[in-house]
């Protein structure tokens, strides 16, 4: 499916209201066809609510929502082009696999012999044709999702909505539903919009996320994007792990460069090009421990024209990771941080006393400097 033609999905200037809470604030966004798009945010930041507007089950106070270029205003849930999928992915436990995912076709009181073609499909869209007469009881749980998701694609929607749909699933489940979900997406090519609050299922699994807090859309992005620009500190910290030291002063420095002091690594000039455009508030310093060296001097290597921050430390835990290492750097200014080694450089570190004089240092081309909140004006 080309992801480049109109959207499938377009919220406009959605604003949600309880009362005197504003849960969700002017979100304004596109979904393309055939992606797998993700809500991505901290428990209560609206996104279920989002979900549920788009679905029909909830309204807006202000803005729109089109699906395939049609305005759904006023348009109940049961006449929308989409369907829900559920957290708790109710089946019904007397009824075979076949019989629930007909369920939905039964009351709306379609043909028999479409119900029967329709439900065939959908049972192999997901991969259960062979299970039609089991019993949920008789599946695992990672075959009863399936069902769930087949009884939503029976209906043939342009768009899955599921809420949290890998969070009733232990650990291991969800990793590998994770993978099948995706797979799932290509082989039947509708979008899905994916609720979650897990930062590494969206990175797996969308092509695309919105990252939210307190109802307002802080960024979209691809995960790449995420995580390589994000566009604040909210948004850096949401998105893997990474090492942050607050600005507690700035000046201009001679030239094109501005001179900003931290507590934990000093001053270090910038250029003005790298500070953040947009937004409000303090500024914070930021690298990605996998950018992070650590050695008993700064190696200046092939790293660009930006040259390197550095900063003395003493080396604090070495952490296992199997074919990584996270090494805990103690600063002399204060606090600590975290640079991801291999495996080697973590045997060669270890050969050294915990507390020995150690350096940190990072190409200044790999700092992120950060606004607070860079959708604040
Ligand atoms: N029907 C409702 N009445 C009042 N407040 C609600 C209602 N639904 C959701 N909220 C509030 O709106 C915020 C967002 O909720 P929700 O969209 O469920 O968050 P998320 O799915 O991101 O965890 C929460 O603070 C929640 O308490
Ligand atoms: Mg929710």
């Known amino acids: 499916m080309?992801?480049?033609?109109?959207?499938?999905?377009?919220?406009?200037?959605?604003?949600?209201?309880f009362g005197s809470f504003t849960a969700l604030q002017d979100i304004s966004l596109d979904i393309r066809p055939g992606e797998i798009f993700a809500l991505l945010g901290p428990s209560g930041c609206g996104k279920s609510t989002l979900l549920r507007i788009i679905a029909g089950l909830e309204t807006a106070t202000e803005g729109t929502v089109a699906i395939d270029g049609q305005d759904m205003t006023g348009i109940p849930a049961n006449k929308r082009p989409v369907n829900m999928v559920f957290q708790s992915y109710a089946v019904f436990p007397h009824m075979s696999v076949a019989d629930n995912v007909a369920y939905g076709l039964k009351l709306e009181r379609r043909p028999a012999a479409e119900i029967r073609e329709k439900v065939a499909e959908a049972l192999a869209q997901v991969h259960l044709s062979?299970?039609?007469?089991?019993?949920?009881?008789?599946?695992?749980?990672?075959?009863?999702?399936?069902?769930?998701?087949?009884?939503?694609?029976?209906?043939?929607?342009?768009?899955?909505?599921?809420?949290?749909?890998?969070?009733?699933?232990?650990?291991?489940?969800?990793?590998?539903?994770?993978?099948?979900?995706?797979?799932?997406?290509?082989?039947?090519?509708?979008?899905?919009?994916?609720?979650t609050h897990d930062q590494s299922e969206a990175l797996a699994m969308a092509d695309r996320i919105a990252v939210l807090k307190d109802?307002?859309?802080?960024?979209?992005?691809?995960?790449?994007?995420?995580?390589?620009?994000?566009?604040?500190?909210?948004?850096?910290?949401?998105?893997?792990?990474?090492?942050?030291?607050?600005?507690?002063?700035?000046?201009?420095?001679?030239?094109?460069?501005?001179?900003?002091?931290?507590?934990?690594?000093?001053?270090?000039?910038?250029?003005?090009?790298?500070?953040?455009?947009?937004?409000?508030?303090a500024l914070t310093l930021a690298v990605r421990p996998e950018r992070v060296k650590v050695g008993a001097k700064a190696q200046k290597e092939a790293q660009g024209e930006g040259g390197l921050?550095?900063?003395?430390?003493?080396?604090?835990?070495?952490?296992?990771?199997?074919?990584?290492?996270?090494?805990?750097?103690?600063?002399?200014?204060?606090?600590?941080?975290?640079?991801?080694?291999?495996?080697?450089?973590?045997?060669?570190?270890?050969?050294?006393?915990?507390?020995?004089?150690?350096?940190?240092?990072?190409?200044?081309?790999?700092?992120?400097?950060?606004?607070?909140?860079?959708?604040?004006?």
């Open 2 to 17: 080309n992801k480049s033609e109109s959207p499938i999905i377009s919220v406009k200037g959605v604003t949600k209201r």
């Open 130 to 195: 062979d299970f039609a007469h089991r019993k949920p009881d008789q599946l695992s749980g990672g075959q009863r999702q399936r069902v769930a998701l087949a009884r939503a694609l029976v209906k043939r929607p342009k768009v899955l909505l599921l809420d949290e749909p890998l969070s009733a699933l232990d650990a291991k489940l969800r990793d590998a539903m994770r993978l099948e979900l995706v797979k799932l997406q290509e082989s039947v090519g509708v979008s899905f919009v994916i609720v």
């Open 215 to 281: 109802g307002v859309l802080r960024q979209l992005d691809s995960p790449a994007a995420l995580y390589k620009r994000p566009v604040d500190r909210f948004v850096a910290d949401f998105i893997g792990s990474i090492n942050m030291f607050a600005v507690t002063g700035r000046r201009a420095e001679g030239g094109d460069a501005a001179r900003l002091e931290t507590a934990e690594l000093g001053a270090i000039a910038v250029p003005a090009a790298h500070l953040p455009a947009a937004g409000k508030g």
């Open 309 to 377: 921050v550095s900063v003395a430390g003493r080396l604090g835990d070495v952490a296992f990771q199997g074919n990584s290492s996270i090494v805990e750097v103690l600063l002399e200014g204060g606090g600590s941080l975290s640079a991801l080694v291999s495996e080697a450089e973590a045997d060669h570190l270890m050969q050294a006393e915990s507390g020995s004089p150690i350096t940190a240092w990072w190409a200044l081309d790999d700092m992120l400097i950060l606004p607070e909140n860079a959708t604040a004006a």
